[in-house]
Every structure is written in structure tokens, then in C-alpha cells.
């Protein structure tokens, strides 16, 4: 069974920043790419963070120079650090293999507000 498990969302005002972390079971994460997605209502699920299994990493444009993806091997775990929160980055993340099928976790909703 696969499980993702995000946590670490909240209510932040403009320009915070948060940590949210991704616990991963029944797959085998240390060979797999692993993304953050994120979803604002009414709008589609967008990919903006990803990492390979060697560490490489790529964002969206939207969050370049803002967010950090990383991930822990040895413990199953993924990362996102974001910084310099903006209104827009509100949302609900998760995290999965890009471009699968596996199932969604719940996500943690991130939102920034004055």
C-alpha cells in the first residue's frame, strides 16, 4: 500500500515562510523522482517542485529562487521549504511521484494572509 503523508501547512502572513514535509511508505522512494504539487480552489493540480532520486532538482516558475525541494532517502521523507510566501502560494499541497498514479495523500493547506 502506497501512503503519503504531508504535513507542516498553516496560516502565514506575506513574506513567511514554512516547512512541509512528506512521509512516504509502501514505495520504493530512494529510485523514485518525487514532486510537490499544489492546488488552489477552482484552479488544476500543479506540479511545482520536483527531485530526483540523485538529488537533482526543478521548479516552477512561479516558485524558482522562493521554494526548496529536498528529500531524505534514508528516511522516506520529502521536504519543501518555502520562503518569501506570497498571497498566491495558497493552496493545498501534496506530495507524489510526478506524473503517476498513485494515490494522494490528503494534503496540507498552506495559506498566506495579512
Known amino acids: 500500500q502506497v501512503q503519503l503523508v504531508e504535513s507542516g501547512g498553516g496560516l502565514v502572513q506575506p513574506g513567511g515562510s514554512l516547512r512541509l514535509s512528506c512521509a512516504a511508505s509502501g514505495i520504493a522512494f530512494s529510485i523514485k523522482p518525487m514532486g510537490w504539487y499544489r492546488q488552489a480552489p477552482g484552479k488544476q493540480r500543479d506540479l511545482v517542485a520536483s527531485?530526483?532520486?540523485?538529488?537533482?532538482?526543478m521548479y516552477a516558475d512561479s516558485v524558482k529562487e522562493r521554494f526548496t525541494i529536498s528529500r531524505d532517502n534514508t528516511k522516506s521523507m520529502l521536504y519543501l521549504q518555502m520562503t518569501s510566501l506570497k498571497p498566491e502560494d495558497t493552496a493545498v499541497y501534496y506530495c507524489?511521484?510526478?506524473?503517476?498514479?498513485?494515490?494522494w495523500g490528503q494534503g496540507t493547506q498552506v495559506t498566506v494572509s495579512s
Open positions: 527531485i530526483l532520486s540523485s538529488g537533482g532538482t
Open positions: 507524489n511521484v510526478p506524473f503517476s498514479n498513485e494515490p
